[in-house]
Nanobody, 123 residues
Framework: VQLQASGGGLVQPGGSLRLSCKYS????????IGWLRQAPGKAREGVSS????????YYAESVKGRFTMSRDDAENTVYLQMSSLKPEDTAVYYC?????????????????WGQGTLVTVSS
């Protein structure tokens, strides 16, 4: 199982960015994929998750209405579209896979991790 996150960068407050997570070695229909982030000096937190089992999704309250996950099964890629970005969204963002298959909110649920991609929201 491998995951590779990309798409981070520097963006101004109010701007948008799309992160990509290309995965291999498993079928998403039997896994869950999530995005988690870790800001400087803070614990890692779950941002969003999508279940391959039942299609349900989870978003942290801090990103609801601003972030959207989507999937492209043909490309084995999951996306995180981030809009109305705020300075407090600055963090290293990770994608991770959970073979349990259902939406996961805690990083302890994830067995496989990609490398992080840095998102910096600053003017």
């Amino acid at each position: 199982v491998q995951l590779q996150a990309s798409g981070g960068g520097l963006v101004q407050p109010g701007g948008s960015l799309r992160l990509s997570c290309k995965y291999s070695g498993f079928e998403l229909n039997s896994y869950a994929i999530g995005w988690l982030r870790q800001a400087p000096g803070k614990a890692r937190e779950g941002v969003s998750s999508i279940s391959g089992n039942d299609g349900s999704s989870y978003y942290a309250e801090s990103v609801k209405g601003r972030f959207t996950m989507s999937r492209d099964d043909a490309e084995n890629t999951v996306y995180l579209q981030m809009s109305s970005l705020k300075p407090e969204d600055t963090a290293v963002y990770y994608c991770a896979a959970d073979p349990g298959g259902f939406v996961a909110t805690e990083d302890s649920a994830y067995a496989y991790w990609g490398q992080g991609t840095l998102v910096t929201v600053s003017s």
